[in-house]
C-alpha cells in the first residue's frame, strides 16, 4: 500500500479537481507498488489511470453474434455484433446535440413508463454530417450508455445485385434487431434511402426504398435504429419523416478542439498547454478524425524520435504539417 504522504497528495489533488498533481501523485503511487513487486496492482492502476482495457463480450452480444443473418447468395454476415466501450466522456458534442443524445438515452432507458402511458421513447435517429465528426462514435455511446450490444449493418452486404434480394436482406435485418433491445447503426444509409425522383437510378433502387420506408413504418421492435450519411442531400424526402430526431454533426470548435485534445490525450504527459493550442487556430476546418489521427502521429514520433517522455507544442505542429501534406497527395488528380 502507498504511504501515507502520498495518499493524503492524492486525495487532496482528488478534492481539488486538480487533474494534473493527480495523475502526478498517482504516477508515484504506480512506481511506489511497482518497487514492491506488487506487479499486478501497478498494472491494474495504470489501466485505470491511461485508459480502459477492452470491455469483455457480454452474453447478449454472444447470443446475437451467432445469430447474426447472411445474404443467402453470397453468404457473408449482413452485419457486425459488436459490445460499446466509449462512454459519453468520450465524445466531443455541441451543447445542441449533447442534450439530444441524453434525451435519447433517458427515453429509452425509461421507455417502459412511455409506452405504459401509450408513448414511444425517440428510437429512430438520424446522423448526418461530414466524414470523421464522429457519428458512429456517437452510435457506440448511445449504446453504451443503454448497456446494450452495438450492431453495425453492412450496407456493402445488404445491398445485393440479384433482383429482390436486397429487400429479403432489410427484411432479415429489421427481424433480426427486433428480437432484442439493441444499438442498430446503419451506416451509409443513402445507399438504402436515396431520392427516388433521380432520373440516373433504376428501378431496382426505387423498390429499395419503397422497402426501407414500408420496414420502418410497420417496425415494432424495441432497439434504437440510427441511420448516418455523409450525403443527407441525396435522401428522399419521404425518409426524413421517419425519424424522431436529427443530429448534424460538424467539425469542431476551438472550444469543442480543447475538449477534445483533453479527452484524446487523457493521461500523457505533455508541455503545452491546451487552451494555447485549441486557440491557436491549428485545427480550424478539421474534422474530429483529423483532430486524432493528427495527435497519434505526434505521439508516435514522441517515442520513435526518443523526444523524452514528454508530448510538445512541436510534436504536434510537425505531425500537423505532415498530415496536411498527405492530404494535399491524396486528393491531388
Not at 76 to 81: K, S
Not at 134 to 142: F, H, M, Q, S
Not at 151 to 172: I, K, M, P, W, Y
Amino acid at each position: 500500500m502507498a504511504n501515507g504522504n502520498l495518499l493524503r497528495q492524492l486525495v487532496r489533488s482528488g478534492a481539488d479537481g486538480d487533474l494534473d498533481a493527480f495523475r502526478g501523485v498517482a504516477k508515484k503511487v504506480i512506481a511506489e507498488e511497482r518497487q514492491k513487486q506488487h506487479h499486478l496492482l501497478a498494472d491494474d492502476l495504470e489501466s485505470i489511470l491511461y485508459g480502459r482495457p477492452a470491455k469483455p463480450r457480454s452474453a447478449a452480444s454472444r447470443r446475437l453474434a451467432g445469430a447474426v443473418p447472411h445474404d443467402h447468395e453470397r453468404g457473408i454476415p449482413l452485419l457486425a455484433v459488436q459490445e460499446p466501450s466509449r462512454r459519453l466522456e468520450d465524445v466531443v458534442l455541441s451543447p445542441t446535440n449533447l442534450s439530444l443524445v441524453k434525451r435519447i438515452v433517458r427515453e429509452n432507458h425509461r421507455d417502459d413508463v412511455l409506452r405504459a402511458y401509450g408513448l414511444r421513447p425517440s428510437d429512430r435517429v438520424l446522423f448526418c454530417g461530414p466524414p470523421g465528426c464522429g457519428k458512429t462514435l456517437t452510435a457506440e455511446v448511445i449504446a453504451h450508455e443503454l448497456g446494450r450490444p452495438f450492431v453495425v449493418v453492412r450496407t456493402d452486404s445488404v445491398v445485393s445485385s440479384f433482383l429482390g434480394e436486397t429487400a429479403a436482406n432489410l427484411r432479415r435485418v429489421f427481424d433480426f434487431i427486433a428480437a432484442q433491445p439493441t444499438v442498430a447503426l446503419f451506416d451509409e444509409f443513402d445507399a438504402l434511402g436515396k431520392e427516388r425522383d433521380d432520373a440516373t437510378e433504376h428501378g431496382e433502387l426505387r423498390r429499395v426504398v419503397n422497402a426501407v420506408l414500408q420496414m420502418f413504418d410497420a417496425y415494432e421492435g424495441r432497439s434504437v435504429v440510427i441511420a448516418a450519411t455523409n450525403h443527407e442531400g441525396m435522401l428522399d424526402t419521404a425518409i426524413w419523416r421517419r425519424f424522431e430526431e436529427v443530429l448534424v454533426l460538424g467539425p469542431p470548435t476551438r472550444v469543442q478542439v480543447r475538449k477534445l485534445l483533453e479527452v484524446k490525450l487523457r493521461g500523457v504527459r505533455r508541455s503545452f498547454d491546451l487552451d494555447e493550442l485549441a486557440a491557436s487556430g491549428l485545427f480550424d476546418g478539421a474534422s474530429h478524425a483529423d483532430v486524432e489521427r493528427v495527435l497519434r502521429r505526434a505521439m508516435k514520433e514522441m517515442v520513435l524520435l526518443g523526444d523524452g517522455s514528454h508530448l510538445t507544442a512541436g510534436h504536434i505542429v510537425a505531425a500537423h504539417r505532415y498530415e496536411k501534406a498527405r492530404t494535399r497527395r491524396v486528393r491531388r488528380p
